[in-house]
């Protein structure tokens, strides 16, 4: 597939979403742009490099691509073939983080598998944070480099916008004034809520797009909305980004953001606007936690809670509501078809976010459409979702 029709393709996917029962669901967050970047990578010099404790001889190429003003690059490669003992890394410019890729392994690779993509020779590297990416490729002592056989090209690139962000954002999912703040801030007042934000991570869709998205029961299981990720390949085209959060209330600042990618989808409706998938490497965040499932009936003023990604925002919860006469978030309509309402604050990026009742710190609903301040923001109400994904489970409920 051309560049041109690669970008449209990504455009189509995102500009156009799915009705739900009359209202018109929001596509995910897009908060990045694909740019063409084409590149070849060679061997061209001999550097020196430790192995073993002794400095040998090898191959390196480096190759570094700057976009002012980028939040994350996601470099994509057309096409990998490597000789053995190869790899290729791509880092941020501060070393923070690096991943590798072998051309064997696709640990920490994305993608897509509807556009002829098989993670390992044409794939999309793990985002990194910043303005620039390196790309090194580390030839190990006596390696042969066959132009015939080995290639290393880049095609195009991602590049994440804050004030793409921003200028997304809408009254609309707001109701009065925005009192979602940063999750840490809640950390010492409401330790159990911050608690249950734990599982809550960022999930990065195709590069450009944000969604939000939870660990559900103890098992390697994982929600968020339909209208996020749906078909097959949406899994493994997706970044799930645990613990991205500032480390102090009103403060920018991030540490220890785990990254990973999104295995297998296992059941999906368009109908309740849900994706159950499970992850790829989920030993890396399993200390995160889990999140349970209250499967009932919502009732009229309970008080709840949202951790969420809004605005594709360091993780934020909203506890507390200024157009409730308890100034606190509860619930305003138990029920409307499949859904649940209330005047919670949310915003893009939202969307698969636990709305958690307070009283059993359990998901009740997973919202998914933002009406406020016009009317209430609503999530589908779990006892709608869970006869569809009991059996993953094992009928029992998590």
Known sequence: ??????????????????????????????????????????????????????????????????????????????????????????????????YHYDGRQNTHATWDSEQGEDGLRRFSAMSVFGDSAIITVHLAAGSKWNERLHSVKIDHYQAGDMRAQEAQISPFSTCGANQRRDAVCYASSHPTEYGKSRPVARMLINGIAFCSTWRVGPQNLMLTNNHCISGAAGPSKSEIWFNYQNTKCGVKGQSGVIKVRGSSMLKTSKALDYSLYTLNNFSAVSSFGYLSLDVRDAAQSERIYIPQHGQGNPKEMALHSDVNSSGMCEIDVPQSGVDTGYKCDTAGGSSGSPVIAAQSHKVIALHHIGNCPNATNTGVLIKNIWPEIASYFGNVIP
């Open 1 to 98: 597939m051309k560049f041109t029709s690669l970008c449209a393709a990504f455009a189509l996917s995102f500009a156009v979403a799915p009705a739900f029962a009359g209202t018109a669901v929001p596509a995910p967050l897009q908060v990045a742009q694909t740019h063409a970047h084409d590149v070849t990578l060679a061997p061209h010099s001999y550097v020196l490099r430790e192995q073993g404790g002794l400095l040998r001889k090898g191959y390196a190429i480096r190759h570094e691509i700057s976009h002012p003003g980028a939040d994350f690059i996601k470099v994509h490669f057309a096409h990998v073939k490597l000789p053995a003992g190869a790899k290729i890394s791509v880092s941020s410019r501060d070393g923070k983080e690096i």
